[in-house]
């Protein structure tokens, strides 16, 4: 993890600040140590570079680094709570599609349907970000790295977040001193971003949002999103959308191995939108599947 990414993080819990402790590392990179809020003694681990920030309720296991490391977490007064077995309805589906993206990130790269669809999707995204280039930019759900590469040349920095560890760990591979500027890696849930207030000029959001799974969780990423983004700042969010051709499809259901979604009319996915951000651009269909919403914070 390189220094710099204490510019962005807060605790996911409170928005608390956060003193990093690196326990393996050189310069300015920390390879293994833990983020601690000294005001709460909440901690987080990072691994492998990557900082792990979620709730309690949604925290992954991390025994094994807890092993490696007990005598220094004890030094610095780290709890170690086991995992709360009860779980809302909520957390239970957010935690099943984590597991389910860990079990398909290398598949992911493979579906042949992405690629075709990113010749229609990526110069809509790129015209819709790049009201300005002199800001960070924030990508909301970036997976394995279909199109971090793409936010990175328009974007003298990008913090990419998503839930699941694989995913990040095939993006840094698959862009590994490549992409155009920095890519820093998160590891969280974006209903409970763990990032500090207005550090964003630019949200993307792209073919995630449907997957949220329920409207109070999404609209709860939407003001979480807001948060994290400076006045007047742009938010470009695309989505499965419901019109024809696809009402031959389910309007809402569960892909394979349990990851929730559900398609939105050109109402619904503005309305959720206009809670937190006033919309200014909508494509009602891009590429047949997708809609796309350009909004400013």
């Known amino acids: 993890m390189h220094q710099r990414l204490m510019d962005f993080l807060a605790d996911p819990h409170d928005g608390g600040s956060l003193t990093l402790h690196t326990f393996e590392g050189r310069d300015d990179q920390t ?22 920030l979620f709730v309690d309720g949604l925290r992954p296991d991390d025994s094994d680094f807890v092993r490696r490391y007990e005598a220094r977490l004890k030094a610095l007064d780290c709890k170690f709570a086991e995992p709360d077995a009860t ?15 860990d079990e398909q990130a290398e598949d992911y790269d493979r579906m042949w349907s992405m690629k075709l669809l990113g010749y229609i999707e990526v110069p809509q995204y790129k015209k819709a970000l790049m009201s300005e280039t002199s800001s960070p ?34 993006n840094r591979v698959r ?15 974006l209903t409970h971003l763990p990032l500090k207030d207005a550090s ?31 006045e007047g700042g742009t938010l470009m969010l695309s989505a499965y959308r419901y019109g024809w051709p696809t009402t031959m499809f389910e309007k809402e259901g569960e ?4 990851i929730p979604f559900f398609r939105f009319t050109p109402d619904e996915l503005k309305g ?18 997708m809609s796309m919403v350009v909004a400013r914070a």
């Not at 779980?87 to 993206?101: L, N």
């Not at 924030?138 to 990419?160: D, K, M, N, Y």
């Not at 892909?255 to 349990?258: F, P, Q, S, V």
């Open 31 to 52: 390879r293994d140590g833990i983020l601690r809020n000294d005001a709460t003694g909440r901690w987080y681990v990072i691994q492998d570079g990557i900082p792990t």
């Open 87 to 101: 779980k809302s309805d909520d957390f239970t589906r957010i935690e099943s599609e984590r597991k389910a993206r």
């Open 137 to 170: 930019l924030l990508e909301a759900g970036c997976g394995t790295g279909r199109l971090t590469h793409i936010f990175a040349e328009i974007a003298p920095e990008v913090v990419a977040v998503d839930m699941s560890r694989e995913s990040l760990v095939r």
């Open 175 to 189: 862009h590994f001193a490549r992409t155009f500027n920095p890519v820093y890696y998160v590891h969280a849930d």
């Open 200 to 230: 964003f000029g630019r949200c993307a959001h792209a073919g995630v949002y449907e997957h949220i799974p329920s409207r109070d969780l999404r609209l709860q990423f939407l003001s979480h999103a807001r948060r994290t983004m400076k």
């Open 255 to 258: 892909h394979e191995g349990g």
């Open 272 to 289: 959720e939108v206009e809670t937190a951000f006033s919309v200014e651009k909508f494509v009602a269909n891009l590429g047949i599947y």
